[in-house]
């Protein structure tokens, strides 16, 4: 009987133990489990909001206005933008996985709700598909502004080259109407050539100051191939044609005069020198 006894509630002690040792595991096992959910929840939380930081910054940065005023600073765009998406290709690309992969073994233990974040990533998917249409819309648009200015250099060296070769006519013109070994009658016949030149040249001038208005259309201000604006050669034009009007003038005057006298234009000379 006592020793029935001591055996059965040796028997059910043992049962127990295991029993409770079973259950140490299984609760041991559950904490393991639910520590490994924890760290998984709270590593994507902050890989999520590390990446949605970044791309708030990057989207911000590729819808900005584009607008240059140079071949030089467009390339500098360029450049900046190349930067950009092979960083996006490779280091952004790398992160990106790395939160799929996270949330894949979140899944895993067939869990959905984060407490750490409101960050998903199906959203996270939506920002990226966002950035990779963006990157491609600012591709275009860096490529249509590289075009515009691309416009505008071409306008400034036509203008540029127009309006130079205008200034050294109008420099050569002005020399050689000063020439003073040539006589009356040479400089009256070379006076009248030249005004008709002038007067023709007012079609050259028409093209420069057209060519300054599609620059002004384009907002374009500056130019470093000329120094010359259309206004200040409209003005050394109109200068050199009244010059040349009133030279005209007064050599005519000097040659009626000198026929009315009977003096010729070498006496002239003589007693000019005396």
């Known amino acids: 009987g006592i020793n029935a006894e001591y055996g059965k509630q040796w028997y059910q002690r043992r049962v127990r133990g295991a029993e409770s040792e079973t259950r140490k595991k299984r609760l041991t096992t559950a904490h393991a489990h639910f520590l490994e959910i924890e760290k998984l929840f709270?590593?994507?939380?902050?890989?999520?909001?590390?990446?949605?930081?970044?791309?708030?910054?990057?989207?911000?940065?590729?819808?900005?206005?584009?607008?240059?005023?140079?071949?030089?600073?467009?390339?500098?765009?360029?450049?900046?933008?190349?930067?950009f998406v092979e960083t996006l290709s490779q280091v952004k690309r790398e992160e990106f996985r790395g939160l799929l992969e996270l949330d894949k073994q979140i899944r895993s233990y067939h869990v959905s709700v984060n407490p750490y974040t409101w960050f998903t990533m199906d959203a996270i998917e939506d920002s990226w598909q966002n950035l990779l249409r963006t990157v491609k819309e600012r591709d275009l648009r860096i490529e249509k502004?590289?075009?515009?200015q691309a416009q505008n250099e071409e306008l400034r060296?036509?203008?540029?080259?127009?309006a130079n070769k205008f200034h050294e006519w109008?420099?050569?013109?002005?020399?050689?109407?000063?020439?003073?070994?040539?006589?009356?009658?040479?400089?009256?016949?070379?006076i009248s050539r030249k005004h008709d030149e002038i007067k023709k040249r007012r079609a050259v001038l028409k093209e420069i100051e057209e060519l300054s208005s599609h620059l002004e259309q384009a907002m374009v201000f500056d130019n470093k191939y000329t120094t010359h604006s259309a206004l200040t050669l409209a003005q050394q034009w109109d200068q050199l044609n009244e010059f040349t009007r009133r030279m005209h003038h007064t050599v005519?005057?000097?040659?009626?005069?000198?026929?009315?006298?009977?003096?010729?234009?070498?006496?002239?000379?003589?007693?000019?020198?005396m």
Do not use: P
Not at 63 to 74: A, D, F, G, K, V
Not at 157 to 162: D, L
């Open 42 to 83: 709270q590593g994507f939380a902050a890989k999520a909001s590390q990446f949605n930081g970044w791309y708030e910054n990057a989207e911000e940065d590729l819808t900005e206005l584009i607008y240059t005023s140079s071949m030089e600073e467009c390339k500098q765009l360029r450049d900046a933008h190349s930067e």
């Open 145 to 148: 502004e590289t075009l515009r």
């Open 157 to 162: 060296r036509a203008y540029a080259t127009q």
């Open 170 to 190: 109008l420099q050569l013109t002005k020399s050689q109407l000063t020439n003073t070994k040539l006589g009356l009658e040479e400089q009256r016949d070379l």
């Open 252 to 273: 005519q005057d000097q040659i009626e005069a000198l026929s009315r006298t009977g003096v010729d234009e070498d006496e002239l000379k003589e007693f000019t020198l």
